[in-house]
């Protein structure tokens, strides 16, 4: 069954007619080409496909496109602004918050949405929460150095 | 996954009548629903989404209990100053949930209604002696959960809030697989209006009270009480996880740290 989607990509309005079975990340990377959001487990455990759903971080690879019809959604491609990264995207840099970089966009992400709960959150706060975002290359030490710092920036 | 017929629905009535008419699945935030789809565990033929229904969300306070909305997510709930203030376990509860992106995704009516053998929610409903609320009647906890993924719940029947009476003591305390986070076993411990209760999740096929712990604590509610109760390991789970005697072990240990934490 084809269902009409009408919602709001990167600050962005997007409509589009999708099967009603279209997960919301085969949406963003396939119809979107916005193939910054991963497919990692694709059981919704590892975190790699994490999207801001209304502000809210969401595994987007157990969420159907439908259901986030008339959300706002960010992905990693909407987080820089006129050519500057966002803080968070900036502390992962100077900390160098990722190895192979997979986990990364889900982790940037993740941590958005863990310091909008937690401006002032201490590593074990950020250990907790990132319960959710699975890093295969275990560089979990850079990944909660650079969320503190990007949360300090995000503090300003 | 198969394809699906989709409606979305903007009141209940009208969800029951589409769930009635169609034979499907009713949708609440999909974190087990929508996975167990992409498996082809489960294959409906039509999903009626119920995001769309305002009267199914929202925390308040009724006299002497907490009633939530069926589509009240687990973010919510554990971070709800009402939960928190007269029901802190419950609260808490909520926070140990999957993870952060479950949580701002799951809801309390999905949970129950899956009813799944590790799920938290349905030890607290059970040990809080909570009320469920559907479109046509009222089902007291002790009722409501009937075997591995069943319900009391018709095909047609739409759970819309969930009463939980305030105890005068609750706790909750979960031994997670370390990989999956579900609970291997989870007890909740409250000392209720209707006396001691005591409900395990993770140990075996569905959720249960543990009724020789409960009738220990009501003697005396203690650690040492509910540590000393030695639980059978008949008919509990035994697989990789953990051994029917591991589990039953760890009932009373985890019993026993919900009393020390409910105080």
Redesign the interface.
Known sequence: ?S?SLSLTVNDEAVNAQV???T?LVDFIRNNLALTGTHVGC????C?AC?VL?DG????AC???A??A?GSKITTIEGLAKNGELHPMQAAFKDCHGLQCGFCTPGMVL?AI??VQ?HPDADEATIRA?L???LCRCTGYQNIVKAIAQGAAAMRG | MYAFEYQRPKSVADAVAALAKSGGKALAGGQSLVGAMKLRLANPGTIVDLSGIAELRGIKKEGDAIVIGALTTHAEVASSSVVKQSIPALAAVAEGIGDRQVRNRGTLGGSIANNDPAADYPAAVLALGATVHTNKRKIIADDFFKGMYETALAADEIITAVSFPVPKKAAYMKFPQPASRFALVGVFVAQTGGGTRVAVTGAAPHVHRASTIEAALSKSFTADAAKAVKIPADHLNNDIHGSAAYRAHLVSVMASRAVAAAG
């Open positions: 069954m269902v099967d009603a079975r997960l694709d059981t919704g455990q975190g994490t759903v809210n971080a969401v595994k157990t969420i159907l439908v259901q019809n993740s949405d863990l709960r929460e319960e959710g975002n």
